[in-house]
């Protein structure tokens, strides 16, 4: 396990909230190595000292002072210009003592020149890694050009691309559910399924990101990789072994089967919305505001679909959006109505699709919607009604999803990263569906803050999210 990790973006956002807060749990669980290390990076004027203070301020009184302590003693700070790859190396080069694992936590246009820098310190020499936050760039033709830069440093092997859904366990639990279970697994297609549908509803807006939101959207910021992944998970077919690259390999072969958007089939195949004023949670919250950039969409309906044997027909359903009445990540997995209905009229109005859905946040719960005759009655057992065999998980021991994912890029387990032909493929049908809303100059339509997106989404989102979670 190496233990030494350059995070560079030590001032973001994602390391304040997540990165941080993940090596304290680390630490606390002693999961790190003896000699574990931080150089924490980033442009600003820090020493050690005054690092450390802002840090400890940044992670509030959540936590023990002692293990705040044992991480701030850690914690070495360097500021960086990573536009200036010689500055860089000059700087880093002292670091190159040990085999590191490099994060970058940054926006992907400094990707290329880090990248370069940190070849010049030394400190992409086998076996050192790298660690890139989403997203790889903002197309398919940015994404080769860095991944082309990443490959001049170092191969494929010593790359970790972070999807942090992947980091999540309920969303490894969808492969357990569909592998581990015959009933699941005999009807895992089209044969027995008449549509998936999956969610990332967030009530959080997009504050303080405006900038980056305005070039990349919900589309780029949350479908191409989040939202592909979960698909690619659920749609792919089970793997020889549950090994990294017999998985990958799945993954990416149900993505490049994604049939590309047309512009002829935009209008039905997708929605675009982008939040005004409205209420959430109780409270009254601004609008997105998108400084001009009119054509940048915070909630997106798409369907795609898959053209292989397996999937043929069957709608996958995808929908996420910025500011929704309630955060809610799930899987909803329809079933075909029975072949042969030998109940009388009454029920079959009654009758419900076999269903079974997957909440994944907040908190994890699955249902299996069957229908049944509930009433005592003896004369009863015709009266058919909906009902719900319903199983509460308990809350996942590592909380953030960048724990499990920091432990295994220290220990250089790439399962749960994302293998550069598994972007291409995702970028790839992004592009068509981009290139498919130019064409056909699909509007953003406005929607409420607190609403599940503007009237045109309708169609997009299953009758169980608005009903179910429509409450708070
Ligand atoms: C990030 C996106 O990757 O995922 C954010 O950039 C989004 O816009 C976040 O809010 C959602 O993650 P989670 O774990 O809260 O569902």
Same mark, same amino acid.
């Given at each position: 396990?190496?233990?030494?990790?350059?995070?560079?973006?030590? @001032?973001?956002?994602?390391?304040?909230?997540?990165?941080?807060?993940?090596?304290?749990?680390?630490?606390?669980?002693?999961?790190?190595?003896?000699?574990?290390?931080?150089?924490?990076?980033?442009?600003?004027?820090?020493?050690?000292?005054?690092?450390?203070?802002?840090?400890?301020?940044?992670?509030?009184?959540?936590?023990?002072? *002692?293990?705040?302590?044992?991480?701030?003693?850690?914690?070495?700070?360097?500021?960086?210009?990573?536009?200036?790859?010689?500055?860089?190396?000059?700087?880093?080069?002292?670091?190159?003592?040990?085999?590191?694992? *490099?994060?970058? *936590?940054?926006?992907?246009?400094?990707?290329?020149?880090?990248?370069?820098?940190?070849?010049?310190?030394?400190?992409?020499?086998?076996?050192?890694?790298?660690?890139?936050?989403?997203?790889?760039?903002?197309?398919?033709? *940015?994404?080769?050009?860095?991944?082309?830069?990443?490959?001049?440093?170092?191969?494929?092997?010593?790359?970790?691309?972070?999807?942090?859904?992947?980091?999540?366990?309920?969303?490894?639990?969808?492969?357990?559910?569909?592998?581990?279970?015959?009933?699941?697994?005999?009807?895992?297609?089209?044969?027995?399924?008449?549509?998936?549908?999956?969610?990332?509803?967030?009530?959080?807006?997009?504050?303080?990101?405006?900038?980056?939101?305005?070039?990349?959207?919900?589309?780029?910021?949350?479908?191409?990789?989040?939202?592909?992944?979960?698909?690619?998970?659920?749609?792919?077919?089970?793997?020889?072994?549950?090994?990294?690259?017999?998985?990958?390999?799945?993954?990416?072969?149900?993505?490049?089967?994604?049939?590309?958007?047309?512009?002829?089939?935009?209008?039905?195949?997708?929605?675009?919305?982008?939040?005004?004023?409205?209420?959430?949670?109780?409270?009254?919250?601004?609008?997105?505001?998108?400084?001009?950039?009119?054509?940048?969409?915070?909630?997106?309906?798409?369907?795609?679909?898959?053209?292989?044997?397996?999937?043929?027909?069957?709608?996958?359903?995808?929908? @996420?959006?910025?500011?929704?009445?309630?955060?809610?990540?799930?899987?909803?997995?329809?079933?075909?109505?029975? @072949?042969?209905?030998?109940?009388?009229?009454?029920?079959?109005?009654?009758?419900?699709?076999?269903?079974?859905?997957?909440?994944?946040?907040?908190?994890?719960?699955?249902?299996?919607?069957?229908?049944?005759?509930?009433?005592?009655?003896?004369?009863?057992?015709?009266?058919?009604?909906?009902?719900?065999?319903?199983?509460?998980?308990?809350?996942?021991?590592?909380?953030?999803?960048?724990?499990?994912?920091?432990?295994?890029?220290?220990?250089?387990?790439?399962?749960?990263?994302?293998?550069?032909?598994?972007?291409?493929?995702?970028?790839?049908?992004?592009?068509?569906?981009?290139?498919?809303?130019?064409?056909?100059?699909?509007?953003?339509?406005?929607?409420?803050?607190?609403?599940?997106?503007?009237?045109?989404?309708?169609?997009?989102?299953?009758?169980?999210?608005?009903?179910?979670?429509?409450?708070?």
């Amino acid at each position: 396990m190496h233990d030494s990790l350059l995070l560079f973006g030590a @001032t973001g956002d994602l390391a304040q909230r997540y990165l941080f807060p993940s090596l304290l749990h680390l630490l606390r669980d002693r999961l790190l190595p003896d000699e574990f290390r931080v150089i924490a990076i980033a442009r600003s004027e820090h020493d050690d000292a005054s690092f450390r203070d802002w840090l400890r301020e940044r992670l509030g009184d959540d936590y023990d002072t *002692s293990l705040v302590d044992e991480l701030l003693r850690r914690i070495q700070y360097v500021p960086v210009d990573l536009g200036d790859a010689d500055a860089m190396a000059a700087s880093l080069s002292r670091f190159a003592d040990r085999p590191a694992v *490099s994060y970058l *936590s940054t926006p992907p246009n400094l990707f290329a020149s880090a990248c370069r820098g940190l070849k010049a310190a030394g400190l992409l020499e086998a076996p050192s890694r790298l660690v890139l936050e989403k997203p790889i760039g903002h197309d398919l033709a *940015s994404a080769q050009e860095i991944d082309a830069t990443l490959k001049s440093a170092l191969d494929e092997s010593r790359i970790f691309r972070i999807d942090h859904y992947l980091g999540k366990a309920p969303v490894q639990n969808l492969l357990a559910l569909r592998l581990g279970n015959t009933l699941l697994e005999a009807t895992w297609e089209r044969r027995w399924i008449e549509s998936v549908d999956i969610i990332v509803a967030e009530t959080a807006g997009v504050d303080g990101r405006e900038g980056y939101y305005a070039d990349y959207g919900a589309l780029r910021d949350m479908v191409q990789n989040h939202m592909l992944q979960l698909l690619a998970l659920i749609a792919m077919e089970p793997p020889a072994a549950m090994d990294t690259d017999s998985i990958r390999d799945e993954k990416r072969k149900v993505l490049r089967a994604l049939r590309p958007m047309t512009a002829a089939d935009a209008a039905a195949d997708s929605v675009r919305g982008r939040y005004g004023p409205g209420v959430v949670d109780g409270q009254a919250v601004q609008g997105f505001k998108h400084g001009g950039h009119e054509d940048v969409e915070t909630f997106v309906g798409l369907r795609a679909w898959i053209d292989n044997w397996r999937w043929a027909g069957v709608p996958f359903r995808l929908v @996420t959006g910025k500011r929704m009445p309630s955060r809610t990540t799930e899987v909803v997995v329809t079933f075909k109505p029975v @072949t042969h209905w030998l109940f009388g009229p009454g029920e079959r109005k009654r009758a419900r699709a076999n269903q079974l859905r997957v909440r994944l946040q907040p908190e994890e719960t699955i249902e299996l919607g069957l229908m049944g005759s509930l009433a005592a009655s003896e004369w009863a057992a015709n009266e058919l009604q909906p009902m719900s065999l319903d199983l509460a998980m308990l809350p996942p021991k590592r909380r953030i999803a960048y724990e499990r994912l920091m432990i295994d890029a220290l220990k250089g387990d790439q399962t749960l990263f994302v293998r550069d032909d598994e972007v291409e493929a995702a970028w790839r049908w992004i592009d068509s569906v981009s290139a498919a809303w130019r064409e056909a100059g699909t509007p953003v339509r406005d929607y409420p803050a607190g609403s599940w997106g503007p009237a045109e989404a309708q169609p997009f989102l299953p009758r169980t999210l608005t009903t179910h979670n429509g409450r708070k």
